[in-house]
Each structure stands twice: as C-alpha cells, then as structure tokens.
Nanobody
Framework: QVQLVESGGGLVQAGGSLRVSCAAS????????MGWFRQAPGKEREFVAA????????YYTDSVKGRFTISRDNAKNTVYLQMNSLKPEDTAVYYC????????????????????WGQGTQVTVSS
C-alpha cells in the first residue's frame, strides 16, 4: 500500500510553466502504475496522464499532449507532472493516484483503475 502527497501547485500566468510532484510512501512504489487527474470547478474529475510501472511511453489525454510531461523517479518514490504552455482551462485541483493493483498496467485511464489518491494541489492559470 502507498500513501501519496502532492505539492508544487500555485498561480501562474497563461503560457507559463509549473511542476507538481507527488511523493509516495511505501517500499513498493516502483511496482505501481501512477496517474495524474484533475478536477476543475463544477466539472468531474478527468484523466490527465499516466506512467506505467514497467516504463515505456507515458499516456496523455489529448488536451495536454505536447504540453505536459509525466515522469517518475523510483529512487525518490516520486512522480512528477511538468506543465508547460499552461492555459486558463488547465486551472484545476490536480490529484496523483496509484493504480489499484501493483504490477498492473493494462488499464490506466479510468478513476476506478486507481485505488490510492493524494489530497490534491491547486493549479490556477490566469489569463
């Protein structure tokens, strides 16, 4: 079981960059596929990006492709989301999540795929 704590959110102008981090506790972090989701005011939580425990190409929702990069450092038990060319519509609470099952990577874009969530970090992009 892992526990997750996000950090790095804040206020940034449109076109700017921000990196949010998610620190995980637990010695089995490297065996979990990790994801980032976000929830804007008045909207449902949506998938943003995922990085599988096996490595390989990360997966992104279309609206952030080419702007966001998900990465992980297993030695630091941390997953990152680098966000560039930010837009006001990126404003949301960003959540990291660990897959429900360690060592599993076949499905990773649905909320139900994930069993552990962080508390979220606010990202606000001003126009």
């Amino acid at each position: 079981q892992v526990q997750l704590v996000e950090s790095g959110g804040g206020l940034v102008q449109a076109g700017g960059s921000l990196r949010v981090s998610c620190a995980a506790s637990g010695r089995t972090f490297s065996t979990y596929t990790m994801g980032w989701f976000r929830q804007a005011p008045g909207k449902e939580r949506e998938f943003v990006a995922a990085i599988r425990w096996t490595g390989g190409s990360p997966y992104y929702t279309d609206s952030v492709k080419g702007r966001f990069t998900i990465s992980r450092d297993n030695a630091k038990n941390t997953v990152y989301l680098q966000m560039n060319s930010l837009k006001p519509e990126d404003t949301a609470v960003y959540y990291c999540a660990a897959h429900r099952y360690p060592g599993y990577s076949a499905s990773y874009v649905q909320e139900n795929d994930y069993g552990t969530w962080g508390q979220g970090t606010q990202v606000t992009v001003s126009s």
